[in-house]
C-alpha cells in the first residue's frame, strides 16, 4: 500500500463513465483500506463552467465513501498538481509513494501521473 490514496474527478458531472457503479465500488474499497491505515485520502474535483464549486456537477459521488476528515483540492486542468496545494502536501508530509485513481483515467488521471513522475514533483 501506497502512503497516500489520491482519488480524480468522482464527481457527479461525470456519472456517464463505464460501469460506474462498479468502479466506485473499487475506489471505495481502496478508500476503506487507506482510512482504516489511518493513510492520507485526498480528492481531487474539477472545476469549469457547469462544474463550479459547490454546484451539483462538482459534487462527488455521494456513494463515494469520501469524509470530513479527508483532504480535498479543486483543480482547473488536466493536472492535479497545477495551481493546487496538492505538490506542497504531499512535500509537507513526506509522502514519496502514491496511489491514484478515478474518472477520466486517459485524461485527468494520465496527466497527474505523468507530471507527478516529473522532477517538478519528485524532487
Known amino acids: ?5 489520491i482519488v480524480i474527478d468522482m464527481q457527479q458531472a461525470l ?8 468502479v466506485v ?16 485520502i485526498i480528492f481531487i474535483q ?3 463552467p457547469g462544474m463550479e464549486v459547490a ?6 459521488f ?7 476528515s479527508d483532504v480535498y483540492y479543486n483543480k482547473t486542468r488536466p493536472d492535479s498538481f497545477y495551481q493546487t496545494g ?3 502536501f ?14 477520466q483515467v486517459e485524461y485527468c488521471v494520465d496527466t497527474t501521473i505523468r507530471v507527478c513522475l516529473s522532477s517538478r514533483v519528485s524532487d
Open 86 to 88: 496538492l505538490e506542497a
Open 90 to 103: 504531499l512535500k509537507m508530509n513526506q509522502l514519496r509513494t502514491i496511489e491514484i485513481c478515478g474518472a
Open 1 to 5: 500500500m501506497a502512503q497516500a490514496l
Open 15 to 22: 456519472a456517464k463513465i463505464d460501469r460506474r457503479n462498479q
Open 62 to 68: 455521494p456513494d463515494l465513501h469520501a469524509a470530513g
Open 25 to 40: 465500488a473499487t475506489i471505495n474499497q481502496r478508500i476503506d483500506r487507506y482510512r482504516e491505515a489511518q493513510r492520507p
Open 46 to 48: 474539477h472545476t469549469e
Open 55 to 60: 454546484s451539483a456537477g462538482w459534487q462527488l
